[in-house]
Structure formats: structure tokens, C-alpha cells
């Protein structure tokens, strides 16, 4: 007699490297278009002179390690890595700038390591470190929102370093919302009179308060697409959130409050895109809730105390250096065995 036999549903799992990559690059779009729409042409001028100067070099460093060029180039890591740096720099950072930085995060933070998969520190803010320790003059170049600027203009300022006559540099040119903050505060001038600003709206920056929603909509988006986990944006924005408020409390005139630390700056681009880095994060469920804390807590010492206003790169490259002793003391136990 002859059984009719049938096996259980198999479904097949879409989460390969290209598919990652491009579902991050898709979340990063809503918050991109925020920033050109407030800063004009110099976000995209920048996003484009890093994707090209990173995949010249992911192919060179392919070619140098005999690698098949084309299979690993279509895991678009190197055109993420490149956009998450160009989000990051000024918006009037000179084209040899993000093509420095952009090749330090490609060949010696990347490549240099193993390639995709064994580099330790995330690559992006590899690159975005040494620029900023090496040419701090540059790292202070930012436009104002709605600046006026045309694709000329900006071709002229960005390519060529020539101010067009028709503007004044100065007029378009201003530090961030976080940089006038450190500033104030140095000169001793308390946080309500610092936020009488221009430069500040409702909850932030003006312009960074909605390119900060508009990157927090594509954080939760991947959250709900389980691309990344829960544990390290809301652990992460939860501690500088909460160091911020008992400071603030404590004494409003010298420390900021919460709304200022999170809708300035980098904050929640880097809890949802960089921090959560699948390679140089930790790995273990519990072990992602404290590298995110200690990312927290680094950053808002960096920003209050240290000599950076804004301290996420060196914050996640420090915390990068503590993943292995996290993983190993944070592994979960295996069924059955003893602790």
C-alpha cells in the first residue's frame, strides 16, 4: 500500500547581505530627503563624491586581495558605509575631505581587517574620527538651514572652493545647534539664553529636529521589518535620555535637557544605523543593552565634559574595542547546562 507523505512548509529567508543593505539604504531615504530639503545641494554632493571614491575603493581592495569583484560588490556594504559617513560630515566639507575619510572607512577600517564580516570597528565612524582629529577646521563647516545655495553654487563651494560673489560665506555658514550649546556653556552663558538661538526651533535645531524624525521613522521601520533589534536604539537613546534629564534637574542653566540632546546632532541616526552595526555590535541579547549604554553614557561625558561637542564616533569606537569581553561575559546559557 502506498502512503502519501508530505513535509512541513519550508519558507525561504530573504535576510541575505544585499537585501540588509538595501532595506537600511531605504530607511535612511525619508531622513536624507528631510536634510536635502533644509540644506539644499551639499548633503547629496557629499553622499555622491563618498559612494563613488567607496566603490572605486572596494574594487581596487578586491581586485589587490584577488577577489570577485562583482559578487561583493553587490552586498552594497561599501555604498551604505558611504552614506552613513556623508550623513555625518559638515555640509560644506571639501571634496578631498570625505574622499579621505571615505577611504580610510573602505580600505583600513574594512579591508585591511578581512573584508565585510571581520572588521572590528565600524567602519563609517573609523573614517569620520580620523578627519575630524585631523583637519578640525573643516569639521566646522555647516550651512544654515534654507541657505540659498544653487547646484552651481555649491559645485563652486564644495569642488573648487571658490565663494560665488553673489553670496556672503558668512552669512550662509553657522555652527550646529550642538556645537552652540558647548560654546555657550563655555563662555558661561546659561542654556535659556543659548536657546534664544535662530538656529534653535521647538525641539531642536531648526531643520535637525525633522531630519531627526525623519530618521527616527526609518529606525522603527526596520525594527518592524526585524532588520535590526529593539535592544541597542532604545537602550541608547534611554541612557542619554536619562543622564540628560537627572543633569538638567538638577542644574537647567548648565547642563541641556533631554529633547535638546536627542533632536540635535547625530543621536538617533547613529541609535538606529550605526551603533547597530551587525558586525562590530555585540551579539547576545543582553550584551546589546549594555554596549548601547556604555555608547549613552560615553556620548553625553563627551558632549558635556570633553573637548568635542559631539562624542557618538568616539563613543561606538570605544565600545567597539569592549564587544569581544560583552559577548563572552553575556552569553546565554545553553539549554540544559549549568551556568
Known amino acids: 500500500m502506498q502512503f502519501n507523505k508530505t513535509t512541513s512548509i519550508n519558507m525561504h529567508n530573504s535576510n541575505n547581505v544585499s537585501a ?137 563651494l564644495q569642488l573648487w572652493g571658490i565663494t560665488p560673489e553673489s553670496i556672503i560665506l558668512d552669512s550662509i555658514t553657522s555652527a550646529t545647534p550642538i556645537d552652540s550649546i558647548k560654546t555657550g556653556l563655555s563662555l558661561q552663558r546659561p542654556i535659556t539664553e543659548i536657546g534664544q538661538s535662530p538656529l534653535f526651533g521647538t525641539l531642536g535645531g531648526i531643520g535637525w ?39 538638567n534637574f538638577i542644574s537647567p542653566e548648565l547642563y541641556a535637557g533631554p529633547l535638546l540632546h536627542l533632536f540635535n546632532g547625530g543621536t538617533v541616526l547613529a541609535a538606529f544605523f550605526i551603533a547597530t552595526d551587525p558586525v562590530s555590535a555585540s551579539t547576545t541579547p543582553k550584551g546589546r543593552i549594555i554596549y548601547a549604554i556604555g555608547i549613552g553614557l560615553l556620548t553625553y561625558i563627551i558632549r558635556t565634559w570633553g573637548g568635542y561637542p559631539d562624542g557618538i564616533a568616539f563613543a561606538v569606537l570605544l565600545m567597539n574595542m569592549a564587544v569581544p569581553t560583552i559577548d563572552y561575559y553575556t552569553q546565554p546559557r545553553i539549554f540544559g547546562a549549568n551556568r
Open 20 to 156: 540588509v543593505m538595501l532595506r537600511v539604504l531605504l530607511a535612511l531615504l525619508p531622513g536624507t530627503l528631510i536634510y536635502a530639503y533644509f540644506f539644499g545641494w551639499n548633503i547629496l554632493l557629499n553622499i555622491t563624491i563618498a559612494c563613488i571614491t567607496a566603490v572605486i575603493s572596494e574594487a581596487l581592495m578586491l581586485y589587490l586581495r584577488k577577489r570577485p569583484i562583482k559578487p561583493y560588490m553587490k552586498d552594497y556594504s561599501a555604498i551604505l558605509t558611504a552614506c552613513l559617513l556623508a550623513l555625518a560630515l559638515p555640509t560644506l566639507a571639501p571634496w578631498w575631505l570625505i574622499v579621505i575619510a571615505t577611504l580610510f572607512a573602505i580600505i583600513i577600517a574594512k579591508h585591511l581587517y578581512g573584508g565585510l564580516g571581520y572588521n572590528p570597528f565600524n567602519p563609517a565612524m573609523v573614517g569620520y574620527v580620523v578627519v575630524m582629529i585631523s583637519f578640525p577646521q573643516y569639521m566646522t563647516q555647516w550651512l544654515i538651514p534654507h541657505n540659498g545655495l544653487d547646484l552651481m553654487q555649491t559645485l563652486q
Open 209 to 247: 529636529e525633522w531630519i531627526t524624525t525623519g530618521f527616527f521613522a526609518g529606525g522603527l521601520w526596520l525594527i518592524y521589518k526585524r532588520t535590526i533589534g529593539w535592544q541597542i536604539p532604545v537602550a541608547m537613546l534611554s541612557t542619554i535620555a536619562a543622564m540628560s534629564l537627572v543633569f
